[in-house]
C-alpha cells in the first residue's frame, strides 16, 4: 500500500521557475529510483529526469542545464526544480517509483496522479 502523491505544478511566464515535489507513503523498505516524467496532450509520456537510492541523476537532453532532480531519501520525497522554462515544458508531470514494501517483496512501480505545468509565452 504505497501512494505517491505530486505538487507544485501551476502556471507561470516563460523564463520562469517551478518547483515539484513527491511524496511517497505507506509501506516503504526501499526506493531505489525515482522519476518525473511528463506528458503533453496527444504526445506520449517521456523521461524528464531520475534519480538513484545513492544520488546519481539522468536528464533528457531537452532539460539538461535547467532542469534539477533531487531527493530526501529520509522523507521519501523527489523533486524536480524547473528552471528557464519554456512553453514546449507544458505537461502533466508524474513521479514514479521503483518500491520494495519489504525485503522479500520484488520491486513495484509506482505512479503519482500528475501536476500541471503550464508555461505561457
Known amino acids: 500500500q504505497v501512494q505517491l502523491v505530486e505538487s507544485g505544478g501551476g502556471l507561470v511566464q516563460a523564463g520562469g521557475s517551478l518547483r515539484l515535489s513527491c511524496a511517497a507513503s505507506g509501506s516503504i523498505f526501499s526506493i531505489t529510483f525515482m522519476r518525473w516524467y511528463r506528458q503533453a496532450p496527444g504526445k506520449q509520456r517521456e523521461l524528464v529526469a531520475a534519480?538513484?537510492?545513492?544520488?546519481?541523476?539522468n536528464y533528457a537532453d531537452s532539460v539538461k542545464g535547467r532542469f534539477t532532480i533531487s531527493r530526501d531519501n529520509a522523507k521519501n520525497t523527489v523533486f524536480l526544480q524547473m528552471n528557464s522554462l519554456k512553453p514546449e515544458d507544458t505537461g502533466a508531470y508524474y513521479c514514479?517509483?521503483?518500491?520494495?514494501?519489504?525485503?522479500?517483496?520484488?520491486?513495484?512501480?509506482?505512479w503519482g496522479q500528475g501536476t500541471q505545468v503550464t508555461v505561457s509565452s
Open positions: 514514479n517509483a521503483d518500491i520494495y514494501s519489504s525485503m522479500r517483496d520484488y520491486v513495484r512501480d509506482y
Open positions: 534519480i538513484s537510492i545513492g544520488g546519481s541523476r
